[in-house]
């Protein structure tokens, strides 16, 4: 027997509106003083931009700052390092920002001889308005759930996988919290959570998410 | 016509429904774009695609010109080439000349819309609209289409007075900006999928063209499709093949206009039949601004695409290539970096030979150069496509009736 929530899933959707700020970098300590300025903002953007830009490939560095360091400075280990830095370990953009601060500090007070870039090959300081709109759509069952989450877009997916993480805690999703408490399908809620969207592209993570739900029906 | 949902076998019913969706929020407002011109150029060609599109999604988006003489146009023209960096002598009497002609069309333009939207230099001076009683609830954006990277400096400054007393600011590229006070918004230009110049084209289209200007279809096609213009080094091109075609056969179509009114295209177009001296393998193709199919067809049809460009505004020739899955080597100038990732949707190169080596190695290697141009079509159909430049405008507009600091936005 199928069960009906008593709440159902709202699907929202989030879009976003670069912006400039005008501040740029041309070497590392440049980029160091510019994350130290920067806002929360500035530094979500740097590391989640591409999820939406690039969402059918996974890169091989997965935020702005480590793919600046990496292609323009080449400096590969930092890069990498820089890379690695597991977001979901992190409660706030402040904490990793923090981090970053911490790993580039280190890293110049070993090597200050980095590279000065061209003007065109500049770091820029970037930030997004965030637009937030509901779909109109609304799942009672998995069923519904399931076939609505085929026909929207990985905006959508982004907000409710992504977002959550800041409105619900680290490690919790929309997608896993309401069928966890609503459908009453702890296994099912319990597979998506464990999903890591930082190292899937949100093509894949939607089609899993899809697979997970379809095994239940 | 085109409609909004002809787009959603390309682009998905879900993204078309959520432009629709976005679109209604602007219920009520009018958008009123202002340029200098109904026909000609890129900024006409993207407001005849765009406005429809926007009034089908429920935008009241309207589409104004201001007037000017010819001595105005020349003024404006020097103006342009200038903020492209072009030496220029505008003098005194031609700002003069400038202003006078913006406070008759302040008199003449019907400033209807709760949004202006103004796009480029020309009608830049219609801000000063911003002081009057009545205007100071609208809203006022100036849309920059030209890259100020390496604009003149007095020429921008005379300019800058103007952008400053704007709400927003609109760019194609970060390269593009300039450091202004007010917000900077990143828009980039876009391809329509479904135009001429880039749908699909049946076999028989593209077989028709090729034997009309009797290129081989069972040999390597290298093509490059742009004006002929030193910034995009035809000349260079031609060196390139002459290096690939010692190890591999290859055939080289340059296609693009020589307008009988600029005497340097035309300067160039000899320069280039010059230097291929009777080359039977090089095809150089002047063909009239209309030749959307035939270039459609040459893009499609050819085994690699170049864009050798030594200077480029945004270059949205790249995306036309990469569009049609092809692989695209193109210089790392301008906004080519933002359409090519690197041995990923495409390849960048430097120089000549850069250039010679990276076509070689993707006319021995099918499955490389495929490779490449599906994720350049992909990349593309993401980040460059209408539909996404449409949801931008409107995300824009939207903007607009929110605070300027504010971040994050329910709808």
New interface residues.
């Given amino acids: 027997m199928e069960t009906i929530a008593k709440y159902p899933f709202k699907f929202y959707t989030r879009l976003t509106l670069p912006q400039l700020t005008g501040i740029y970098a041309l070497n590392l300590k440049e980029l160091l003083e510019g994350i130290k300025n920067a806002d929360d903002s500035i530094i979500y953007y740097h590391t989640h931009h591409y999820l939406i830009q690039h969402h059918y490939v996974v890169p091989d560095a997965p935020n702005d700052f480590a793919h600046w360091i990496i292609h323009t400075l080449g400096e590969k280990l930092l890069g990498e390092e820089i890379s690695s830095i597991d977001m979901f370990n992190y409660t706030s953009m402040t904490d990793y920002k923090q981090e970053l601060i911490k790993r580039l500090s280190a890293f110049i007070s070993k090597d200050s001889k980095t590279r000065k870039v061209e003007i065109n090959e500049r770091f820029n300081f970037m930030k997004a308005a965030t637009f937030v709109m509901s779909t109109g759509k609304e799942a009672y069952t998995l069923k519904e759930f399931s076939d609505i989450l085929k026909n929207i877009t990985i905006f959508s997916v982004y907000y409710h996988f992504f977002e959550s993480h800041f409105r619900l805690g680290p490690g919790l999703d929309d997608f896993s919290v309401w069928i966890r408490s609503e459908l009453k399908l702890p296994d099912l809620a319990y597979k998506i959570q464990n999903l890591d969207p930082y190292s899937v592209t949100m093509d894949r993570l939607k089609t899993q998410i899809i697979k997970y739900t379809e095994k239940y029906i | 016509m085109r409609s909004i949902k002809d787009y959603a076998d390309i682009v998905?019913?879900?993204?078309i429904?959520?432009i629709e969706?976005?679109g209604s929020?602007l219920n009520g407002k009018i958008v009123q774009n202002i340029n200098s011109t109904p026909v000609g150029g890129g900024v006409a060609e993207i407001l005849s695609r765009m406005v429809p599109l926007l009034k089908e999604v429920g935008v009241d988006a309207r589409w104004d010109f201001i007037k000017g003489g010819e001595r105005f146009f020349e003024i404006t023209k020097k103006i342009h080439n200038s903020l492209h960096g072009v030496e220029e002598n505008i003098s005194e009497n031609d700002f003069k000349h400038f202003l006078e002609v913006t406070e008759e069309n302040l008199k003449d333009i019907n400033l209807i819309g709760d949004i202006i939207f103004i796009h480029d230099p020309q009608p830049i001076g219609l801000i000063k609209a911003k002081d009057k009683n009545g205007f100071k609830e609208k809203k006022f954006i100036w849309r920059c289409h030209i890259d100020l990277?390496s604009a003149n400096v007095k020429t921008f400054n005379f300019l800058k007075k103007f952008i400053e007393k704007y709400d927003y600011s609109v760019?194609s590229s970060?390269?593009f900006?300039k450091?202004?006070k007010i917000?900077?918004?990143?828009?980039s230009p876009s391809i329509d999928p479904l135009s001429d110049k880039n749908k699909d084209l049946p076999d028989e289209t593209i077989n028709e063209v090729l034997s009309r200007f009797k290129i081989d279809p069972e040999r390597n096609i290298i093509t490059q499709v742009s004006r002929f213009d030193r910034l995009k080094d035809p000349l260079g091109v031609i060196d390139v093949y002459r290096l690939v075609k010692k190890h591999v056969d290859c055939q080289l179509v340059l296609a693009g206009g020589a307008a009988s009114d600029d005497p340097e295209a035309t300067e160039v177009y000899n320069e280039v039949i010059e230097k291929a001296g009777g080359d039977k393998d090089i095809f150089i193709l002047n063909l009239p601004p209309i030749s959307n199919i035939e270039i459609n067809a040459l893009q499609r049809a050819s085994t690699v695409i170049l864009q050798k460009s030594i200077k480029e505004g945004f270059g949205l020739t790249v995306s036309e290539g990469l569009w049609k899955s092809k692989p695209v080597i193109a210089s790392a100038?301008g906004g080519i970096p933002l359409q090519i990732t690197?041995k990923?949707s495409g390849l960048l190169s430097r120089t000549t030979e850069g250039t010679a080596l990276y076509v070689k190695q993707v006319l021995q290697n099918p499955e490389y150069a495929k490779q490449l141009g599906e994720?350049g079509h992909?990349?593309v159909k993401?980040?460059f496509l209408i539909t996404r430049h449409l949801?931008?405008y409107i995300?824009?507009f939207?903007?607009t009736g929110y605070p300027q600091m504010?971040?994050?936005?329910?709808?």
């Fill in positions: 998905g019913n879900e993204t429904e959520e969706k976005l929020y990277s760019f970060p390269l900006s450091k202004l917000p900077q918004i990143l828009i100038v690197h990923y994720n992909n990349h993401h980040n949801r931008d995300l824009l939207l903007k504010q971040d994050t936005v329910y709808l």
